[in-house]
């Protein structure tokens, strides 16, 4: 927390005050798929969860962020959450980490700095705009990670394994 948090919320918890442990909270959505936490009878509620470390992997922390994206808590170890909770963050997870396997490309053009690709995913055929290469992102292993102008995520598991065609559009554009 910085000193300008402070000075604007002479009250609020340090950070390491949100660290919550499995133990101390319960997770559960409500018919309207909003997420609650409850966190030793303080109840948070229309939370937004995100993965502190998405492209690793890595699962051992998650923050729980609120319609103002200002993080309430920050939960660790959520794999040890009991089994309702635990189904409940895992399936808001997924809604927001979701992302379509790219498994073939039959187009890429650009116009005026803006990449209009044509794709075949896992769950069928896309058509998506990339307006900055900077949203193309190289991982380790032949994989990349692509945002698109209206957020959406997609995944090229490991471009060697696509076709040769494929492979030359996408090496001609990034």
Known sequence: MTASDKSEEPNAPRTSEWLVQPGQARVWEDSFR????SVDGKEFSNLH?????PLSGMVDYVSFQDEKDKEVALLAHPQKLDKPSRQALEKALERMYYVAKIVRVDEIKETMG?????VQTDRGYAAFEVVDLQHV???PEGRYLIADADGNRFEIGDIRRLDSRSQALIQSEV
């Open 137 to 139: 992102r190289k991982l």
């Open 34 to 37: 909003s997420l609650h936490l």
């Open 49 to 53: 969860p995100r993965r502190a470390f």
């Open 114 to 118: 803006v990449t209009h690709w044509q």
